[in-house]
């Protein structure tokens, strides 16, 4: 039967929850302990490789200048362990700071961390190291830390090395911001399609053919985009259409300014090593949502910060409140839509074993608009490259898409 949306008025996330299952909400809804110690740090020509005798909760680094170091951050560690020195570090120094390790690697040579990546289920983090100019050094010391995330609720897989969250401080967001363009009949739902990297960013680089993330992700998005409109049930904007950089809060800034029903960001997975294939889907983990329901809170202006809610002249806890069950709901819906594509996805394009996985990411911080990070597979794969940037491709995904959206809003319809 084919039928169409006509007067469809989104279901946005009012708080319908009882005082009780808040207090449960807050009971239940800390963060994880995390203990762990550096048990050895490897060294070598392009990579650092520092192992812990259990699973971290987070990294950082950043340069320093003046002797030349890379410094390393750990959360809630401590250091320790065996040193192995190679490539362009002469001297390896471990400290405990606030709370968690610091590891500093005195440089002969400049030499940039380029990403990082966490395998063997967070015990296990590899920072990629790339030699350069003084300038490109200083560039690079400028731009600030560099964040990694392990997986989060994931089973632990030894050897594994994919890559789960790398985040790289740059310029705020622009005030000024156009918004894009939006396609399609008015009253239908609004789907943003977010493609990933741009600009002076190319995300991840296939090692055999020198394609470049960013490249493959604007045509996936616009695959994605002219299939949906093709339907004619839903309404589509691109965050963008070109060349061009956003910074991360752009990406779902722009969804939320436009009051999207449904965010996706279009990525490809990449491995230093190894023949991982398969796409993933990726929602916002419990952790995640702690810390930024506590900071949304934290802001002096509340106003309109969920679903058109003033919470102006609430008190902080019960904001704070308000935040983390709107949030959590935006959870669960993200993550229903998260098993549709799967679902949709299986008979259409290879996907990785536990295709949905929870993790820390930016783009997914978005309070009150279901948002999904969809890894089409692996760039770094030739197979999997090769299939991502062909139009047999690009359209098995765009259908696997356009079908779990179909899905996700006629049930929407259904419950209202």
Same mark, same amino acid.
């Given at each position: 039967?084919?039928?169409?949306?006509?007067?469809?008025?989104?279901?946005?996330?009012?708080?319908?929850?009882?005082?009780?299952?808040?207090?449960?909400?807050?009971?239940?809804?800390?963060?994880?302990?995390?203990?762990?110690?550096?048990?050895?740090?490897?060294?070598?020509?392009?990579?650092?490789?520092?192992?812990?005798?259990?699973?971290?909760?987070?990294?950082?680094?950043?340069?320093?200048?003046?002797?030349?170091?890379?410094?390393?951050?750990? %959360?809630?560690?401590?250091?320790?362990?065996?040193?192995?020195?190679?490539?362009?570090?002469?001297?390896?120094?471990?400290?405990?700071?606030?709370?968690?390790?610091?590891?500093?690697?005195?440089?002969?040579?400049?030499?940039?961390?380029?990403?990082?990546? #966490?395998?063997?289920?967070?015990?296990?983090?590899?920072?990629?190291?790339?030699?350069?100019?003084?300038?490109?050094?200083?560039?690079?010391? %400028?731009?600030?830390?560099?964040? #990694?995330?392990?997986?989060?609720?994931?089973?632990?897989?030894?050897?594994?090395?994919?890559?789960?969250?790398?985040?790289?401080?740059?310029?705020?967001?622009?005030?000024?911001?156009?918004?894009?363009?939006?396609?399609?009949?008015?009253?239908?739902?609004?789907?943003?399609?977010?493609?990933?990297?741009?600009? #002076?960013?190319?995300?991840?680089?296939?090692?055999?053919?020198?394609?470049?993330?960013?490249?493959?992700?604007?045509?996936?998005?616009?695959?994605?985009?002219?299939?949906?409109?093709?339907?004619?049930?839903?309404?589509?904007?691109?965050?963008?259409?070109?060349?061009?950089?956003?910074?991360?809060?752009?990406?779902?800034?722009?969804?939320?300014?436009?009051?999207?029903?449904?965010?996706?960001?279009?990525?490809?997975?990449?491995?230093?090593?190894?023949?991982?294939?398969?796409?993933?889907?990726?929602?916002?983990?419990?952790?995640?949502?702690?810390?930024?329901?506590?900071?949304?809170?934290?802001?002096?202006?509340?106003?309109?910060?969920?679903?058109?809610?003033?919470?102006?002249?609430?008190?902080?806890?019960?904001?704070?409140?308000?935040?983390?069950?709107?949030?959590?709901?935006?959870?669960?819906?993200?993550?229903?839509?998260?098993?549709?594509?799967?679902?949709?996805?299986?008979?259409?394009?290879?996907?990785?074993?536990?295709?949905?996985?929870?993790?820390?990411?930016?783009?997914?911080?978005?309070?009150?608009?279901?948002?999904?990070?969809?890894?089409?597979?692996?760039?770094?794969?030739?197979?999997?490259?090769?299939?991502?940037?062909?139009?047999?491709?690009?359209?098995?995904?765009?259908?696997?898409?356009?079908?779990?959206?179909?899905?996700? #809003?006629?049930?929407?319809?259904?419950?209202?």
């Amino acid at each position: 039967m084919v039928f169409r949306w006509t007067g469809y008025r989104p279901a946005r996330h009012y708080v319908r929850v009882s005082f009780i299952l808040a207090m449960l909400v807050l009971w239940f809804g800390g963060s994880p302990a995390w203990a762990a110690t550096i048990q050895r740090v490897d060294v070598r020509n392009d990579a650092i490789v520092v192992t812990f005798d259990e699973k971290v909760a987070d990294a950082s680094s950043f340069l320093l200048v003046a002797p030349k170091r890379v410094a390393l951050d750990v %959360a809630d560690a401590t250091p320790g362990g065996e040193v192995a020195i190679g490539g362009p570090v002469d001297a390896v120094r471990e400290g405990a700071r606030d709370g968690g390790a610091r590891v500093v690697f005195d440089l002969t040579r400049p030499a940039v961390v380029t990403e990082g990546a #966490f395998g063997d289920g967070g015990r296990v983090l590899t920072l990629q190291l790339r030699t350069t100019d003084d300038a490109g050094f200083a560039r690079a010391a %400028a731009a600030g830390r560099m964040s #990694f995330l392990p997986p989060f609720n994931l089973p632990d897989t030894a050897g594994s090395s994919a890559r789960y969250s790398v985040s790289v401080p740059v310029p705020a967001a622009s005030k000024t911001l156009a918004l894009p363009r939006i396609d399609g009949d008015a009253g239908r739902p609004l789907v943003v399609i977010d493609a990933g990297h741009g600009g #002076f960013d190319p995300g991840a680089i296939s090692p055999t053919s020198g394609l470049r993330e960013k490249d493959v992700t604007l045509r996936i998005a616009k695959a994605i985009r002219d299939e949906l409109l093709k339907s004619g049930r839903v309404r589509v904007a691109l965050t963008r259409e070109d060349d061009r950089f956003l910074v991360l809060q752009e990406r779902y800034g722009v969804a939320r300014k436009l009051k999207a029903d449904l965010f996706i960001s279009i990525h490809c997975d990449s491995v230093g090593a190894g023949d991982a294939s398969g796409a993933s889907v990726y929602t916002l983990s419990e952790v995640a949502s702690d810390k930024e329901a506590a900071r949304l809170a934290a802001r002096e202006n509340k106003a309109d910060v969920i679903a058109g809610v003033d919470l102006g002249s609430e008190n902080a806890d019960v904001s704070s409140i308000l935040i983390d069950l709107t949030q959590r709901e935006t959870m669960n819906a993200s993550a229903a839509f998260a098993r549709l594509l799967g679902r949709e996805a299986e008979p259409n394009i290879p996907l990785r074993p536990g295709f949905h996985k929870f993790a820390s990411l930016m783009v997914l911080k978005a309070p009150d608009m279901p948002s999904v990070l969809f890894e089409t597979g692996y760039i770094s794969n030739p197979k999997d490259a090769a299939f991502l940037d062909s139009p047999e491709g690009r359209k098995r995904i765009a259908q696997s898409v356009e079908r779990a959206v179909e899905v996700n #809003f006629a049930r929407k319809l259904a419950s209202n």
